[in-house]
């Protein structure tokens, strides 16, 4: 009984000391109480991150084996939950090891005929990453490919809302070393830059993980540094769904 207690008491401690810290004080379901628009269509595309293992052969509304194991996953539980009455339609279409210009590839079938009310792109480590091997590509190259995918989508889609994440990667994850710098955070400031012409919400993920490092390791969050674990996509949900709160 005396461990017993003194697990309690550590327990309670550490959550008190969770609670404390500023990224996670207002932890909540923000869309809560919020009326958004009903019938919306809410479309998740990336890569593996976004992906996290989704059965892509399950590709119907709010599939759960359809949605993957990750943030969207518990994005979209977050927001069935919340709202109840509001009809709300995801779909999830990241694919592991996707670039840019992959999206693109696969843009008609993957994004423009599912005809997305809001669309949330989260996209470009593998475009840095991928660099390191065998792809050629560059920021600059990265910048281009994500303006042109934006300008044919809100050609085919002009009302479309955008949400745009930050790529990142965490220092002391298992995957990132010097290489990363100073090249990687350049395609983090073409991310910014872009979301802020294109007038979209942007989710900035990487200080939503830099924050989280005062409270708990990186093996905690997201231990390669760039596939975050189950409570590294918890973090990733709240920091979305306070985007998505933004549009309407």
């Known amino acids: 009984m005396k461990n017993r207690r ?37 479309l998740l595309q990336g890569d593996s991150i976004t992906d996290a293992g989704r059965d892509k052969s399950k590709l119907g509304i709010n599939d759960t084996a359809g949605l993957g194991r990750g943030y969207a996953f518990q994005i979209v539980t977050n927001m069935l939950g919340s709202q109840p009455k509001a009809n709300l339609q995801f779909y999830n ?16 079938e993957d994004c423009l005929s599912l005809k997305p009310d809001v669309l949330s792109i989260l996209i470009g480590v593998n475009d840095f990453w991928h ?34 994440g930050e790529p990142f ?9 010097e290489k990363w710098y100073p090249d990687f955070p350049e395609y983090q ?35 390669d540094g760039v596939h975050p674990s189950m409570a590294g996509g918890y973090l990733m949900k709240e920091a979305w769904v306070k985007a998505f709160n933004r549009l309407f």
């Open 189 to 223: 400031k073409y991310a910014a830059a872009i979301a802020k012409d294109y007038k979209a919400e942007y989710v900035p993920f990487q200080k939503v993980f830099d924050d989280a490092l005062n409270v708990a390791p990186v093996s905690y969050w997201c231990p």
């Open 6 to 42: 003194d697990f309690l008491k550590i327990g309670g401690a550490g959550l008190a000391a969770v609670a404390s810290t500023p990224f996670l004080a207002n932890a909540t379901n923000v869309v809560k109480g919020k009326k958004i628009p009903e019938d919306l269509t809410i």
């Open 169 to 177: 990667a965490i220092k002391g994850g298992k995957a990132i070393n």
């Open 131 to 164: 660099s390191l091997k065998d792809y050629k590509g560059t920021a600059q190259v990265y910048d281009a490919d994500f303006r042109k995918l934006l300008d044919r989508t809100l050609k085919a889609l002009p009302n479309v809302k955008l949400i745009i």
């Open 93 to 108: 279409r990241g694919i592991s090891g996707n670039k840019v210009f992959q999206l693109a590839d696969r843009w008609d």
